[in-house]
């Protein structure tokens, strides 16, 4: 590379990949996961999820539609970071509104460009997610033993709660897209909205729109709502959100208030974080996984009816099948791993996934889960 690298990327391992900065200046220490999705960087970008992340993009063009902010997932860019092959390109898109790198500046997010991005996938397949130190210096300047000191020595993920940070601080109503997503779901013909509690761990917005649009009115209450609290509202259906960091880790409580919700008798779906919250507090036990699902197209079997679905995820713990107890059924596997994917309970409409649903960014195939919660709540009327 003839240009002095003004980025550099430490692993914990001592391995160090120079290339060209691009966005916000600094340091910041995260875990490194890489994302297949050929579309959709802004939606991955945004996700809450992927707090304490840095994000390896696997396909090379990374910047070329721009950003929009109807885009976003959440009101600020959430991953740590992101690791491109080639520079971000210029917008060409006629719905953005600012492009990638004035954008990432704007919002204090690094990026680092002119990265073997293949080499670096392959290297997290092996090793699983490393722990990393991505650095951005316009002069160059950078202390490789000491950004690797700290990679090393960063706690990581594992036992880290991070849903209390990226929850929302006061309880809302969403109505963005309420009623309005014409064909999208069945169910928005009810004459009466459904009401759905949603426990925001750190919510997509697509999700709550999801919700909205299979005909719910939504109250989005913060990650440490009591279950009095939550049933204050008098909902026909709770909601648990997809979030970042450990499940296990909101075990002082998330996880024991869903387990008292249990037994208000109402039905409750779960995505992701939400998922796992829900396994645990039906008494299943989570794993940390290697370099966990980050993508728009991953295969997953709905055991009960054998149909295959392309689901976009985004996890790097998950529900260990073998601890879930008598009475909670595995409904999804991942074709990829054989990890599971979806569980529900088998006398009650209690059931989540470990995949996004609500798509953005990727397929809508599992779009039906929304219309399940409604078909639900709808029963129960
Ligand atoms: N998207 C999510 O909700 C992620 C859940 C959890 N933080 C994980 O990494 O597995």
Redesign the pocket.
Known sequence: MAQKPTACLALADGTVFHGQGFGATGEVVAELVFNTAMTGYQEIMT?P?YASQIVTFTFPHIGNTGVTEQDDEAADPVASGIVVKWDPTEPSNWRATSDLVAWMERRGRIGIGGIDTRRLTRAIRQQGSPHVVLAHDPQGNFDIAAMVARARDWQG?VGLD?AKDVTTRQSYRWDEGLWEWPGQFGAATEAKPFKVVALD??AKRNILRSLAGSGAEVIVLPATATADEVMAHEPEGVFL???????AATGTYAVPMIRELLTRDLPIFG????H?MLALALGAKTVK?GH?HHGANHPVRDVETGKVEITSM?????VDAQTLPEGVIETHVSLFDGSNCGLRMADRPVFSVQY?PEASPGPQDSAYLFDRFAEAMRARR
């Open positions: 996700d999820s993920l991070l761990y750190g959100s997809n979030g970042p960091g450990d499940p995505i992701c974080l939400g796992q996984m966990g985004n996890h790097g713990f998950a996004h």
